[in-house]
């Protein structure tokens, strides 16, 4: 029942613009949940098979599984960027990212070590390095493919564990019946109030912290209150991690039917009380940051602007003074006229691709300088794929 869905939690919260901080906080932690929870799962499984549970047996298990992740993760991540370095066709590569993702999972599984973190690194690996190799005909349907999958993924899921759950609910007697749905009300009254006192009890330690020192993080954010804490702490829906954890338990398992119910009930009792509450809550509270993201933005453009018109300085051409217009325009995030001819265009191209590229680099530069966050970087690789497409790029 731990890990939190950030994908529910900031698809309320995104519309109403909250601060970037408890969105990052919150997309942030489920990384770290899933792993966690999932690992422990497996251990308890394993105990429950073995009739017994020793920390001694247990913890070198879990210690290898922990370091093994972490540096097998990389190790397949650095692998698969020098496999698809030299593929160029669209199809090919969607299909390459697909089957790497499920590989890298089920080695790590049949290894020994846990899926969920050994992705997390494999995919923090592909990140931060992948955007810099990757030409945007092929990161565009790439981006829309992985975006499809996981919305159906999720859709399937939650009609799977539906048709799961009036099986196990007609094959319980009456008084059975009962007890199960007590149990499963208990258990999620326990993952709200549990979270609650968890988070606030952080968000107390860390507000006397900033108090007795200063806060200074490293790029301006909402100073942490008692108003954000209750945010976060109140979005803790749970979702698909939780329900396909229930549902890998082996038919044969104890009580499995009951542990089905019981996750059904947390996802969709938390989806519908914090879910349906949260935006109230929010607007009551009236969390707001002055838009970091916003700001970092801005300055990204800037900084794109002037390594993109400088990678042609020296050109005096009415050609690159067409390109300085449409460039100035388009990274000032302003709409271009389009009605430059095909032929212009054509001509055009190798002036747009060096300075697409040296717009590029400088982004990659600010992102590696911790001048801007992932968030403004992702918004304006966006914009820059698009600039590239629309003029010809490969």
């Known amino acids: 029942m731990a890990p939190p ?6 698809a309320v919260l995104r519309p109403l613009r909250p601060p970037h901080r408890i969105v990052t906080i919150l997309e ?57 370095r030299r593929v160029q066709d669209v199809p090919t590569f969607i299909i390459l990212s697909l089957i790497s ?13 846990s899926g969920v973190l050994t992705m997390v690194c494999y995919a923090i690996t592909l990140a931060r390095t992948a955007p810099e ?48 749905v007590a149990v499963a009300g208990a258990v999620l009254l326990t993952v709200i109030l549990v979270r609650l006192a968890w988070h606030m009890s952080f968000n107390a330690v860390v ?22 804490g209750v945010i976060i702490s109140w979005a803790g829906m749970r979702g698909i991690v939780s329900l396909a954890a229930a549902m890998a338990l082996p038919p044969a398992f104890p009580y499995r039917g009951l542990i089905v119910l019981t996750a059904f009930c947390v996802v969709v009792g938390t989806l519908v009380i914090q879910g349906l509450t949260l935006k ?31 990678s042609f300085a020296g050109d005096p051409s009415p ?33 747009y ?22 968030d403004a970087f992702h918004l304006m690789e966006e914009e820059l794929d698009w600039l590239e497409m629309t003029s010809g790029g490969n």
């Open 101 to 113: 993702t499920f590989a890298v999972w089920m080695l790590a599984d049949r290894a020994g070590l």
């Open 28 to 84: 942030g932690e489920s990384l770290l949940n899933d792993a966690s929870a999932l690992l422990i799962y497996r251990l308890a499984v394993g105990a429950v098979a073995a009739n017994g549970f020793s920390l001694g047996a247990v913890a070198p298990t879990f210690l290898l599984a922990v370091a093994g992740s972490l540096i097998v993760g990389p190790v397949l991540a650095w692998l698969y960027l020098r496999l698809i």
């Open 207 to 228: 507000r006397w912290r900033h108090g007795r020192l200063g806060f200074h993080p490293p790029r301006p954010m909402l100073r942490p209150t008692v108003g954000s």
């Open 353 to 374: 691709r060096a300075a697409v590229h040296a717009a590029r680099q400088a982004i990659l530069s600010m992102r590696a300088g911790d001048e801007i966050g992932d």
């Open 319 to 351: 050609i690159a003074g067409v390109v300085r217009q449409e460039l100035a325009a388009r990274l000032a995030n302003e709409r271009a006229d389009g009605r430059t001819g095909d032929g212009i265009r054509s001509a055009q191209s190798e002036i």
């Open 5 to 10: 869905d950030a994908a529910a939690a900031t």
């Open 133 to 180: 190799r990757t030409p945007a005909r092929i990161r565009i349907p790439t981006y829309a493919v992985w975006e499809t999958v996981v919305f159906a993924l999720n859709v399937l899921a939650f009609i799977f564990i539906g048709l799961q759950i009036r099986p196990i609910l007609e094959s319980l007697e009456a008084a059975d019946r009962g007890r199960y």
């Open 280 to 310: 109230p809550l929010l607007r009551a509270l009236d969390l707001r940051d002055d838009d970091p993201v916003g700001r970092e933005l801005t300055a990204a453009r800037e900084r794109a602007l002037r390594a993109a018109l400088a």
